[in-house]
């Protein structure tokens, strides 16, 4: 059974930083692309940044500069390292594995965390 578990959420200033941590299971781990969702209120999900299995990563350019995108395949992790966070980087943080074949392709969501940005 596969699982993505995100952790580190929760209400932070402008300005502050916040750190999302996914831990996957039941899945090899270093062959999927891992990335970071967000969604809004009213809005669809979007990408954040991504890190494939071969380490080429991907941002927004809402958040390029600020935010950082790490993996560890030996603990089967994948961060998301938050610098001076807006307001309208509120929203639910969802972990994303993905592994496209040739037989089709495998994704999985984890269970989603806030972020809510606010003085």
């Known amino acids: 059974q596969v699982q993505l578990v995100e952790s580190g959420g929760g209400l932070v200033q402008p300005g502050g930083s916040l750190r999302l941590s996914c831990a996957a299971s039941?899945?090899?781990?270093?062959?999927?692309?891992m990335g970071w969702y967000r969604q809004a209120p009213g809005k669809q999900r979007e990408l954040v940044a991504t890190?494939?299995?071969?380490?080429?990563?991907n941002y927004a350019d809402s958040v390029k500069g600020r935010f950082t995108i790490s993996r560890d395949n030996a603990k089967n992790t994948v961060d998301l390292q938050m610098t001076n966070l807006k307001p309208e980087d509120t929203a639910v943080y969802y972990c994303n594995a993905r592994l496209t074949l040739l037989g089709g392709t495998y994704n999985y969501w984890g269970q989603g965390t806030q972020v809510t940005v606010s003085s």
């Open positions: 890190k494939t299995s071969s380490g080429y990563t």
């Open positions: 039941g899945i090899i781990f270093s062959t999927y692309n």
